[in-house]
DNA sequence: ATAGCTGCAAATGCTTTGCAAGGCC
DNA sequence: GGCCTTGCAAAGCATTTGCAGCTAT
């Protein structure tokens, strides 16, 4: 699916889009953040990386970042709502640039991640908390051993 | 709930348990194992414990026994399908006692982990892989932000 | 100007591994 | 006796942190 334009004419997103977002939730635009959020949500709400993936990706590209930062802007989106985190292996954080209310597919072997759109899925009879407690997420997660 | 009684004599699960279920298993009752399977299983199914956890318990009851094993036996138990594990935060690994099928309650800040029963919660319409592929697990985790 | 970011490298913390010594069958 | 286990310490890895230098506004 690679063009012969430059990548930064070739996002889906413009430009402003990212700034503007960036803005939003109160985070200073700079190059990396930048950098980042449009490799990020260039395709869609369709990604699922980790941070290893998401530096490599940037460094693919000749984005001058490190790994430390892409941890840290990983986490600093997530805060902002601009992310959300996958939890299905102990070894490996995910972060989805699904936001809204979903499950997942975990391919175990190959350590694919795919998402379940919330209306394929339902959960019925969710039962109470044993103390009344609010229930802040609720996390489904299908494994396939491949 | 503790008693005067030494603690071999404590517990309701009888040692030949213990002993037969890992022979049953292929695992060499060793000491070890022995010691923390009695741990593990002693008050019934309802354990959910990091290595950390384990060692410093086997620890407190007088029990030699070295971190690295702990973490063997509970992988090793793990695989034979006396344990399951639950991955609910990166940083941490939990085993559970309780192998039948069921989801967790997971308390954020405590870090605590509580069975769900898998008759107070049901999926409906359960999406079908991608590919076909077979489902290995379920995984159903409700967050609490406390 | 200045508060906030970034990069690097070092530190952290959980988990795994290598290998010699010990224990079960 | 022979093979499986254990223990320890060291290694491994993903992630976090401290701090000096940079940069948006």
Redesign the pocket.
Known sequence: MASITNSSQNNSRPYTFTLNQL?KVG???????LALAKLLFKDGNNRHV???DLHSEARREGI??????V???L?QFTQKGLLREVIVE????YFCTNTSDHGHFFYEKSGRLLDIPADSIEISRIPPTPDGAEIKDIDIIIRIDS
């Open positions: 803005r985070l200073r635009p700079t190059r990396q953040r980790t941070a290893e001058g970042v490190s790994l430390a930062t941890y840290n802007t986490h102990s070894s490996r954080t």
